[in-house]
């Protein structure tokens, strides 16, 4: 008899870069802090929408087209994302993924960012700049999970693709990318300290 592994759900998690990552995430941190101070269209916006925290999401989505150090982390970024592409075996023939959005969050205690997908995307991700000791990590829905029906629990043993949800811990200079339609959220912040991070999207149409 053989069982079967079908229709995985692939999720890319790695370093950004293996040197000099600090360096970069000192400048990137120091951008995203000047940009809260900045965007009052997206301090507005995210106290109605992100209550309690910051994010530029509605207002400074490009950040990649507007800062140097942004741009570089995109081309950092460009790496990992065609290694996942390979990874998922994209055709990607005549076309090419690139990035159409980038922006930045940062997440003060008890600031939660809720269930979510990223549409009108192919891949999306995550890079971490600052996340104190005890931030949250990013927390994956399985996507048959509306199907499961009368499925009993699973024992707490459970391989990670059998579970149905999985959290992946959240660290500075770490890269997270999934595909765009996967469910997402990230926990409240239980720390004083605030977590930070860049979200971005690449679409290839």
Same mark, same amino acid.
């Given at each position: ?46 106290? +109605?929408?992100? %209550? &309690? ?8 989505? =490009?950040?990649?087209?507007?800062? *140097?150090?942004? #741009? ?60 104190? +000791?005890?931030? %949250? &990590? ?8 509306? =199907?499961?029906?009368?499925?009993? *629990?699973?024992? #707490? ?49």
């Amino acid at each position: 008899m053989t069982t079967h592994t079908l229709f995985p759900t692939l999720v890319h998690s790695a370093r950004l870069r293996h040197s000099g990552w600090r360096q970069l995430n000192d400048r990137l941190l120091r951008e995203c802090q000047q940009l809260r101070l900045d965007d009052e269209a997206g301090r507005r916006w995210s106290a +109605k929408n992100y %209550p &309690g925290g910051f994010t530029s999401y509605n207002s400074a989505s =490009r950040m990649h087209q507007l800062s *140097p150090t942004f #741009a570089n982390l995109e081309r950092k970024l460009n790496r990992h994302v065609a290694a996942f592409a390979r990874a998922l075996e994209f055709d990607l023939a005549g076309r090419a993924l690139a990035m159409t959005d980038c922006w930045v969050n940062i997440m003060p205690r008890q600031v939660v960012h809720g269930l979510h997908l990223h549409p009108l995307s192919t891949i999306s991700g995550t890079y971490y700049v600052r996340t104190p +000791k005890g931030s %949250p &990590g990013l927390k994956f829905e399985d996507p048959r999970l509306e =199907r499961f029906m009368a499925a009993p *629990p699973r024992v #707490a043993t459970a391989r990670a693709q059998n579970r149905p949800w999985i959290v992946l811990p959240a660290e500075a200079g770490n890269v997270v990318l999934f595909e765009s339609w996967l469910r997402h959220e990230v926990p409240p912040n239980p720390v004083a300290a605030e977590r930070v991070s860049i979200s971005f999207n690449y679409n290839w149409f």
